[in-house]
């Protein structure tokens, strides 16, 4: 009987959703395991063979653990919500929740033909307002809450208030803004309703805020810095400006130092922690006041604060820089210096703050016609504006230094600004500034021939002295921009008063759903796309959303025309999955105590500023708020690798515009031009005339053949749709089948790395899968061999190291070792095959459940039992020795390794291959070395 792959694989998909044979309950007296796969964001162009690596190696941990006997949760959702799709909606006129159903039905579709064990019962689609209740719940806490230092946690509000009107606010150790007046009780008492409520938002932990944000015009929303490639929108490549917007924030540099503190706690990737642990950047120094001088603005002096982590370098300060987009640019500036400063501003607004950073070879600036006054000296110093500070960063100001940095040399040479040198011996101290523990400072007063510690402790007092500094720790994190200027996304649970102050509505009133719009585009006054709704108002008496045409400002109020941004869903979609269908509680105290965190998370590493950052941050917040039992969401983090696609490529000669084939380019300018890589056989052969059809600008073109073919170049670049190398995993499973398309995954390399993707390769497996389906058709009760058992438990103890130590790529080697082992020791006893199959299980599910029952059981291989390693099996137990005559060996022959030498000579003696070898002779002597040999001297 032939192995039928495509029969096989619906049999068993059709077996498993039926009987729901993956689903997890929620009250097991098992262990609990919780393994989780990144959950996709349901594209148009479906999955291709790179999206399931993460999925094969999550689902064959998941299937393990089964074996082992864990009560294991493995869900699958849809993180639903999305630029794309309101793209699509608005080139199409096509609403984006049927978009985005017909996307998910597609990735469904494929993920099932991958013989995924997810439990689908608990599916969650951050587009569900089901789900997004919970978001909105979420955020309605966050606005409630205040981060008090003294205990180090998220706090109610109303403790706050009550603070405030008990002693007014100057003992609140609060992570707040940094604008703060102090007030007494009394004070408080007298504020209007309104000037409370704009007290408030500078504490609470989401706030109202003008921001200088990612504003892209073409898409008419904000995008977040990992939106932004090469200073434009990775969605589109729009330009994108930087610009002041009134948004929602979310406070999470209150959680700065914790969210350091708890890489520690958890098994992530050490890489992707230093890039966590360089994004919140923590630093020690000093926070620096300079005073302008009085010559500007109407005699007004302005304080401006910087912060250092050398402050023993301020008597090197020859200039200040501030950000272009410094609130104190406009004040400052003189009439003379107006025009070139604002140009500049208007430049700077083009780049990016990613693009900015790492720009570090362009030197430009603007001269603001001010200057500061050193502390010290009492010199005056020049205000410069830079691109290379930004605003959101620090204070967004800098005294520069630049005898001690690169950067502020390269715009002092560059301006023609003064360098005074405060280093011995050095010209640009770039060594010696480096070197902290032997710095020497010089010509700086106070701060002469002190090294590095001394030195930044005295310049520390000597600030507090003036009150013009006082040490300080900083940190790299902003505040996040939680407001996005879209449709297609949560909305939030807020309507405007009177005073235009933001009111959360009830909890037992949400969710509030997405309305219907017309157009998914911002309002011709330049709203939100919501802003297009004509019911989007808030009746506080019906508590329900109405018309707009009822807005009376007195009870009916205007809704939230922003909505949330993409990782609003995908903040705590890990915990809804313990409890998805709770629409009285985000999850029940019964659920979260039972599986409590993630065990095993598997996902990308390019979310590691993103996602995996704010994500933290919220379970943080819900552990303070004792909604989570722990702060950390998942104990093991995988960043699983890339499969890179083998790009095509045809070549445009650049003088004649013929199409050369690659063998033709050699000295040659040419244009390389990707080609899809279905036009192209397994030789590197193009189909030129079905490529001609495709591109139909390159239809006339002349194409130069190499012995008649076209022969395109092949280069490994990132699976792309825009590059044309992608790999449908439908076909594949067509032609190969899915087991063995997971074990091909999982054959091309280490989990974590990244390696191109062959379909020639993908035929090693599949014969495997065929040599193992023989080895079943025929099976008996024998009592299995020496050999057999030997192969079975070696296979057993390889395989269950691999998969602990994700080793998976080795597995798919070791199986093949084994079935070769065991087809030639025609090894046909349940007693090995039965084991055999359930090792095989989590990597090929189908062929293994078919296995199963060929075996004469009922139940799924899931509820079976991984085998259990005994070394015994392992353990030689005899010697094949060779017998040599006269150093001569004649033949071997096998002997207990328990014998004694006497006993080896006695038994060698009587075998009947040495009599006849010694032909009556009596040997001189007979050497026997235990383990060894045996040579009979004669």
């Not at 003008?210 to 892209?216: E, K, M, P, S, T």
């Amino acid at each position: 009987m032939n192995y039928d792959f495509k029969e096989i694989e619906n049999k068993w998909q059709n077996y498993w959703a039926k009987n729901e044979t993956f689903k997890a309950r929620n009250d097991s007296d098992k262990p609990k395991y919780y393994t989780l796969s990144m959950f996709p964001y349901p594209s148009g162009a479906g999955l291709h063979v790179g999206h399931p690596l993460g999925y094969i190696a999550g689902d064959i941990y998941a299937r393990f653990k089964r074996h082992k006997g864990f009560n294991v949760l493995h869900p699958m959702g849809y993180d639903s919500f999305g630029l794309p799709a309101e793209q699509y909606a608005i080139q199409t006129g096509q609403h984006p929740a049927i978009t985005t159903e017909t996307n998910i039905n597609r990735y469904r579709e494929q993920l099932d033909r991958l013989g995924f064990s997810f439990d689908w019962s608990r599916e969650v689609r951050t587009s569900n307002s089901k789900y997004y209740k919970w978001t909105q719940w979420i955020f309605i806490q966050l606005f409630n809450s205040w981060y008090n230092n003294e205990s180090d946690k998220a706090e109610d509000i109303q403790n706050l208030i009550e603070i405030f009107e008990k002693e007014g606010n100057s003992n609140v150790n609060a992570a707040c803004d940094d604008d703060i007046k102090m007030f007494s009780n009394e004070t408080w008492h007298g504020f209007s309703e309104k000037e409370k409520q704009q007290v408030l938002l500078k504490y609470r932990l989401t706030f109202l805020a003008d921001a200088d944000v990612n504003w892209c015009p073409a898409l008419g929303t904000v995008l977040a810095n990992d939106e932004i490639v090469n200073g434009v929108s990775e969605r589109g490549g729009h330009p994108v400006i930087r610009k002041k917007m009134r948004q929602w924030m979310m406070r999470i540099t209150a959680y700065s130092q914790r969210l350091l503190d708890g890489l520690d706690t958890v098994d992530w990737p050490q890489p992707l922690k230093d890039s966590q642990t360089n994004w919140i950047g923590r630093s020690e120094g000093a926070s620096v006041t300079f005073m302008t001088s009085t010559t500007v603005d109407n005699n007004q002096s302005y304080p401006i604060e910087v912060f250092t982590t050398r402050p023993d370098t301020i008597f090197g300060v020859s200039f200040m820089t501030l950000a272009p987009e410094h609130e104190l640019v406009a004040k400052i500036t003189t009439p003379e210096q107006k025009a070139e400063v604002e140009t500049y501003k208007t430049a700077t607004a083009k780049r990016s703050e990613r693009e900015r950073m790492a720009d570090v070879k362009t030197i430009s600036g603007a001269f603001t016609g001010a200057y500061a006054i050193h502390p010290f000296s009492k010199e005056l110093v020049p205000i410069w504006i830079g691109d290379y500070v930004l605003a959101g960063y620090g204070t967004g100001a800098v005294m520069s230094v630049p005898c001690g940095d690169q950067r502020d040399y390269d715009f002092a040479k560059h301006f023609n600004i003064a360098i005074p040198n405060i280093f011995k011996d050095v010209d640009i101290s770039e060594e010696a500034f480096a070197d902290k523990e032997k710095t020497v400072i010089t010509d700086s007063d106070f701060l002469n021939d002190l090294p590095y510690k001394k030195a930044v402790k005295r310049a520390i007092f000597e600030l507090e002295q003036l009150g013009q500094g006082k040490g300080k720790i900083n940190y790299r994190l902003r505040d996040a921009v939680f407001s996005r200027q879209r449709y297609w996304g949560e909305p939030f649970p807020v309507y405007y008063d009177a005073d235009g102050m933001p009111q959360m509505i009830g909890k037992e009133h949400l969710p509030i759903e997405l309305p219907e719009v017309e157009k998914y585009l911002p309002t011709e006054t330049g709203e939100p796309p919501l802003g297009n709704a004509t019911h989007w108002a808030w009746d506080t008496e019906t508590n329900k959303v109405v018309g707009n045409d009822k807005i009376n400002n007195a009870t009916v109020w205007p809704l939230e025309l922003n909505t949330m941004p993409g990782w609003a869903g995908s903040s705590q979609y890990f915990n809804r999955y313990m409890d998805p269908h709770n629409d009285l509680a985000i999850y029940s105290e019964e659920a979260i105590k039972y599986w409590e965190d993630v065990d095993l998370y598997i996902g990308g590493s390019e979310h590691a500023t993103g996602h995996l950052l704010y994500s933290r941050f919220w379970q943080k917040f819900l552990h303070d708020k004792g909604i989570a039992p722990k702060g950390e969401f998942a104990k093991k983090l995988i960043n699983q690798g890339m499969i890179t696609g083998t790009s095509a490529f045809v070549y445009r000669e650049k003088s004649t515009g013929k199409i050369l084939s690659k063998g033709l380019i050699t000295n040659k300018e040419v244009t390389p031009i990707h080609a899809d890589v279905s036009l192209i056989n397994s030789s590197d052969e193009l189909d030129v005339e079905a490529f001609k059809k495709w591109r139909p600008d390159l239809s006339d073109a002349e194409f130069i053949l190499n012995d008649g073919k076209y022969i395109v170049g092949r280069e490994v670049e990132k699976m792309s749709k825009s590059k044309y190398n992608v790999v449908n995993p439908d076909s594949i499973c067509d032609e190969y089948g899915a087991d063995s398309l997971r074990l091909y995954e999982m054959f091309l390399g280490p989990l974590e790395q990244s390696k191109p993707w062959n379909t020639a390769g993908i035929t090693g497996v599949h014969s495997f899968l065929k040599k193992l389906w023989k080895l079943y058709l025929s099976i008996d009760n024998e009592k299995p061999t020496k050999e057999n058992l030997k192969t079975l438990h070696k296979t057993i103890k390889k395989v269950e190291e691999d998969i602990e130590n994700f080793s998976f790529n080795t597995s798919v080697s070791t199986f093949m070792i084994c079935v070769n082992e065991l087809t030639a020791q025609k090894c046909n006893s349940s007693a090995i095959l039965e084991p055999l199959a359930i090792l095989v299980s989590p990597y090929a599910p189908h062929i293994a459940e078919e296995l199963w029952e060929k075996l004469g059981n009922k139940a799924s291989i899931s509820e079976a039992s991984f085998p259990v390693f005994n070394d015994s099996y392992l353990v030689e137990s005899s010697k094949e020795y060779p017998i040599s005559f006269n150093g001569k060996m004649r033949f071997t022959m096998e002997l207990p390794l328990e014998l004694s030498k006497e006993e080896i000579e006695t038994a060698v003696m009587a075998y009947e291959k040495t009599q006849t070898q010694l032909a009556g002779r009596t040997p001189k002597k007979v050497i026997v070395v235990p383990g060894k040999i045996v040579n009979i001297v004669g």
